[in-house]
């Protein structure tokens, strides 16, 4: 069955750094797209980042520059680093995975949804402190 878990969340000051982890398993990664989504206290959850299978990678421009988002297929695990964070960064941060993954038309556009990603983790929490 696959299966998707993240961690490497935490507490840290503006300015600062986190790499969020998602490790995988229960399915080839040749065969799915992945992304990051994150929701804030209130707030929908967004998609921020996105790869494919193919290793193509789209950010929002909301994080493009700070946020990068990578493969590492050996360790089947996905990664989020994210630097210079900002309180507005605070949020549960979710990865999530799709044989279909963000559609050509939404690439196009910079759209990362959540309908188009099946495969959910639980989630972990970066919590950013000025």
């Known amino acids: 069955q696959a299966q998707l878990v993240e961690s490497g969340g935490g507490s840290v000051q503006v300015g600062g750094s986190l790499r969020l982890s998602c490790g995988f398993s229960?399915?080839?990664?040749?065969?799915?797209?992945m992304a990051w989504f994150r929701q804030a206290p209130g707030k929908e959850r967004e998609g921020v980042a996105a790869?494919?299978?193919?290793?193509?990678?789209l950010y929002v421009d909301s994080v493009k520059g700070r946020f990068t988002i990578s493969l590492d297929n050996a360790k089947k695990t996905l990664y989020l680093l994210i630097n210079n964070l900002k309180p507005e960064d605070t949020a549960m941060y979710y990865c999530?995975?799709?044989?279909?993954?963000?559609?050509?038309?939404?690439?196009?556009?910079?759209?990362?949804?959540?309908?188009?990603?099946?495969?959910w983790g639980q989630g972990t929490q970066v919590t950013v402190s000025s």
């Open positions: 999530a995975a799709d044989s279909e993954g963000v559609s050509p038309g939404d690439w196009a556009l910079k759209l990362i949804k959540e309908k188009d990603f099946r495969l």
């Open positions: 790869i494919t299978n193919g290793g193509s990678t």
């Open positions: 229960g399915y080839s990664l040749a065969d799915y797209a």
